[in-house]
T-cell receptor, first 113, second 114 residues
Framework: DAGVIQSPRHEVTEMGQEVTLRCKPISGHDYLFWYRQTMMRGLELLIYFNNNVPIDDSGMPEDRFSAKMPNASFSTLKIQPSEPRDSAVYFC???????????FGPGTRLTVL | AQSVTQLDSQVPVFEEAPVELRCNYS??????LFWYVQYPNQGLQLLLK??????LVESINGFEAEFNKSQTSFHLRKPSVHISDTAEYFCAVTGLSGNTPLVFGKGTRLSVIA
């Protein structure tokens, strides 16, 4: 298995632009998690899905952030409009209902200028 | 709700010396515990986990951690570190109610000095 796949690996954009991050979970996994890593706040959950349904989005910073999971093999995290304080590494992770182990993707390093 | 405290943000240690990275957690319910490692510019990799059974768990590369319920700790140890162990180490917890999100500590940067 290729593991969790995220794209792009790096994104540099200007303030006000729309940013879309993508994630492909491990095949057969029915849980998908989006985390954000910053120097100040460490690793924090943004949102997670079970069977493509959002379960908890209380970690989403504000309305500028939205996430979707249209099918079991794809999820997006969108920021519109982006701001410099959104600069961070965004990780996607997936797990299976019969295992507690979360497998992480390589992350997307976002820089908003 | 759970929280995790990693008491040391940075730990420098000489090669072949022992190391201990400390982790304490707080939770009103029983938890599962994990250590993840992050090498520079890479994602998080699971190093070891405590789910149940023996309180001492080991990884394939010589790390071990011991779950201490009375002290709410899950410290990570290695008797002899290598240069290749240089990385950031994260302690994490999750509740027993299923596939719930991980709550991470702030991380400890281990630097192994030749």
């Amino acid at each position: 298995d290729a593991g969790v796949i995220q794209s792009p690996r790096h994104e540099v954009t200007e303030m006000g632009q729309e940013v879309t991050l993508r994630c492909k979970p491990i095949s057969g996994h029915d849980y998908l998690f989006w985390y954000r890593q910053t120097m100040m706040r460490g690793l924090e959950l943004l949102i997670y899905f079970n069977n493509n349904v959002p379960i908890d989005d209380s970690g989403m910073p504000e309305d500028r952030f939205s996430a979707k999971m249209p099918n079991a093999s794809f999820s997006t995290l969108k920021i519109q409009p982006s701001e410099p304080r959104d600069s961070a590494v965004y990780f996607c992770a997936s797990s299976s209902h019969d295992s507690l182990l979360q497998f992480f993707g390589p992350g997307t390093r976002l820089t908003v200028l | 709700a759970q929280s995790v405290t990693q008491l040391d943000s940075q730990v420098p240690v000489f090669e072949e010396a022992p190391v201990e990275l400390r982790c304490n957690y707080s939770s009103s319910v029983s938890v599962y515990l994990f250590w993840y490692v992050q090498y520079p510019n890479q994602g998080l990799q699971l190093l070891l986990k405590y789910l149940s059974g023996s309180t001492l768990v080991e990884s394939i590369n010589g790390f071990e951690a011991e779950f201490n319920k009375s002290q709410t700790s899950f410290h990570l140890r290695k008797p002899s570190v290598h240069i290749s162990d240089t990385a950031e180490y994260f302690c994490a917890v999750t509740g027993l109610s299923g596939n719930t999100p991980l709550v991470f500590g702030k991380g400890t940067r281990l630097s192994v000095i030749a």
